[in-house]
């Protein structure tokens, strides 16, 4: 088992700027791909961001490349979500998870371990 646990969330304004972490405990690898997802009122949860188990490799939304970052800590079982330049629909509950496959995955059906969510608001 994986414990997934994420924090960071909170209020800030259109184009502010938050930092999430995810922080990984259990039987964690360096095997894990990590993954971000979010799901705003109302709507599906959709991917964000993922990185590789080594962390060579990244991909992100559309919605949200050149203003997101995802980097991972091995030392500190740790994934962060560096989030800039901040908008309205931004707004949701972003998710943490981890999966065991290879590569990048970016299907939520990939990813066996998720974190309970932490609120992300964005005013205008």
């Known amino acids: 088992q994986v414990q997934l646990v994420e924090s960071g969330g909170g209020l800030v304004q259109t184009g502010g700027s938050l930092r999430l972490s995810c922080a990984a405990s259990?039987?964690?690898?360096?095997?894990?791909?990590m993954g971000w997802f979010r799901q705003a009122p109302g709507k599906e949860r959709e991917f964000v961001a993922v990185?590789?188990?080594?962390?060579?490799?990244?991909y992100y939304a559309d919605s949200v490349k050149g203003r997101f970052t995802i980097s991972r800590d091995h030392a500190k079982n740790t994934v962060f979500l560096q989030m800039n330049s901040l908008k309205p629909e931004d707004t949701a509950v972003y998710y943490c998870a981890a999966s065991l496959r290879l590569g990048i995955p970016k299907e939520e059906y990939d990813y066996r371990y998720w974190g309970q969510g932490t609120q992300v608001t964005i005013s205008s």
């Open positions: 259990g039987r964690t690898s360096s095997n894990t791909a």
């Open positions: 990185i590789s188990s080594l962390g060579g490799s990244t």
